[in-house]
């Protein structure tokens, strides 16, 4: 292995498949549930979906332009660093690399594994110890690991592997919602149930954004590849846009599939684990237990893309703070055979695979993954308010890309700072300890810099 640069090998499709990847994952297959059973309201739910892509634009619109000024492997910690410093940098790629990448990608993988393993759950596979003791964390663990090692071979394999599997997740999705509209025993009069939006709560409304946050987190991911994306000036902003677009779209087709199957009457006697996994819950009010349980198989293949795209865009934010001698030395190797950071790919997959062992019993109950969704969101909305607003520290010093320049600036990244600093005092408000401790994380960061600089 060498200390080289990566090559510029990844196009369009990749750039914008792994966007898509990362933010169609466990997010819309079980946060919908949770919004639906909250408000009562159809109406609120596709508003409150169409807000939040409304926002991730707005936040895209910002990064395609800090993506073709900083067109580094790292993505919006490279923007961070150059912005803010070394310390507040690190700090960001730490918690990022908590919240961001290793934590959801140990998540994902679990919630995968329990979806295409669901058929046979209480058959061949016990519903208690053995289900929950070892055969859900090992096969995640298995999936970790080829995941991890095809990434390890190179930048060909592992564009290969992210469009290969984003296809077949948005195939499988989009036939969902076909078939669901064409063969499903759904009810457009579900649509009349609940709540209207003038009788719904504001505050509630509000909270319920922390879901749908959390589902549209990832729209930034191509920005952590753009050191490895050919024509960077023209192809990043297209990949970025067009990914977040085109998710939002699927996003509203998907949640009216849901009410279409089963309306807020009928999720509100529903327990907690039909509407965590309200896509398969949906699935078997469409077609029934003989459809609906080779559908949640493939559900479940849907989230390989999302396991693969956070080990592949996590491992290069450990390269890049490695390169800026934030990070141990070796993560910043590059294989001479591959052309690759192994190291970093292999520290990704390592970190995923311990998280995964220490949090799978909390990641299948209900209540606790409605917990680690503050948690993580928390982090997650801190830490890209972070980035977005280094735009006006690096335009303000003069730091501006020639080939391109965002649209009505300044509002994009004014209009995402505000609506991301009201979720923020909500969520504070309605659950403080998730918050608190999704706010600690971003900032444990700091010691751990400090015990760094008095070792150096």
Known sequence: MSETSLPRRFGFWTATLVTIASMVGVGILTTSGYIIRSTESPQTLLLLWVIGGVVSLAGALTFAELATLLPHAGGDYVFVRRAYGDGVGFMYGWATLLLGFAGPTAVIAHAMVVYTLLPWRGRWIDA??????????????????????????GQRSSSWLQNATTA?????????????????SGDWQHFTQGRSLAEQSVPVAVSSLVYVFYGYSGWNASAYIAGEVKETAKTLPRAILAGCGLVTLLYLVINVVYVYAIGPDGLRVADMQQVEAIAETASRALFGSTISEPLSVFIGLTILASVSAYLLTGSRICYAMACDNLFPSYARRVSAAHETPVAAVLTMGVSSFLLLWGSHIIAGAADAFASLLNFTTVGLVLLTSLAVSSVFVLRRRGSRSE????PWYPLPPVFFLLATSVLMAFTVWQSPGPTLWGTAAVLSGGPVYWLMRRKR
Request: glycine share 8%; with cysteine.
């Open 128 to 153: 208690g110890g053995t289900w929950a003791d070892w055969m859900t964390p090992t096969v995640a663990s298995m999936v970790i690991l080829v995941l991890t090692l095809l990434h390890c071979r």
């Open 403 to 406: 080939s391109y320049s965002m």
């Open 168 to 184: 077949l997740k948005l195939t499988l999705l989009l036939t969902f919602v076909l078939a669901g509209v064409m063969f499903g």
